[in-house]
Every structure is written in structure tokens, then in C-alpha cells.
């Protein structure tokens, strides 16, 4: 069975920092581009950070700066490490994969999600 579970979320003040883990398993995920998205409640899901299969970063314009994605290949983990954390950063986080590699910020082209983490940050 193929899965990501995501860990790490709690409840931080503003300023604090969380670090997000999402493990694969099932198949490896190593050569996917991993994402990481988030929804507030009553907002639409919105894209945070990937990591491509070659390394490559890239960030939502709202985290830019405060979010770090890594992968560890071995582990068939990602990380988001999340600092300078802010009320509106407050949502559930979700992991996902996009097998196809399209370097995507749409959750529709990603195939594998996680079951979510939620994160709340207090001012």
C-alpha cells in the first residue's frame, strides 16, 4: 500500500518554528517532485514548496524566506522546516508526490497525498 504520513504539527506562537516530516512508503518517492500544500479552514488548498526529483526548490511568495523543503532520499522523507511562524500560517499541511515531474504548483498534478498535519500558530 502506498502512503505518506505526515508528522510534526502542533500548536506554536507567532515567531516559533515546526519541522514537518512526511514518510513514503510503499514505493519509493525518490525520484518524484515532492510538494508540500495547505488549507485554512474556509480557504482553498494552496501551494507552500516542492522540491523536484534533481533538488530544485521552490516556494510559495508567502513562506519565501521562513520555509525550507528538503528530502532525505534514503529515508523516503521530506521536510519542511518552517521558522518565523505567523497566525495566518495556520492550516492543515499536507505532503504530496507528482510521479510525472511536472514541477507543478497545482495539487491537481500530484497523484500521492498524505493525510494531512495540522499546524496553528497563536499571536
Known amino acids: 500500500q502506498v502512503q505518506l504520513v505526515e508528522s510534526g504539527g502542533g500548536s506554536v506562537q507567532a515567531g516559533g518554528s515546526l519541522r514537518l516530516s512526511c514518510a513514503g512508503s510503499g514505493r519509493t518517492f525518490s525520484r518524484d517532485d515532492m510538494g508540500w500544500f495547505r488549507q485554512a479552514p474556509g480557504k482553498e488548498r494552496e501551494f507552500v514548496a516542492v522540491?523536484?526529483?534533481?533538488?530544485?526548490?521552490y516556494y510559495a511568495d508567502s513562506v519565501k524566506g521562513r520555509f525550507t523543503i528538503s528530502r532525505d532520499t534514503a529515508k523516503n522523507t521530506v521536510y519542511l522546516q518552517m521558522n518565523s511562524l505567523r497566525p495566518e500560517d495556520t492550516a492543515v499541511y499536507y505532503c504530496a508526490a507528482d510521479a510525472a515531474r511536472r514541477s507543478s504548483t497545482s495539487g491537481g498534478d500530484y497523484s500521492y497525498w498524505g493525510q494531512g498535519t495540522q499546524v496553528t500558530v497563536s499571536s
Open positions: 522540491i523536484r526529483w534533481t533538488g530544485a526548490r
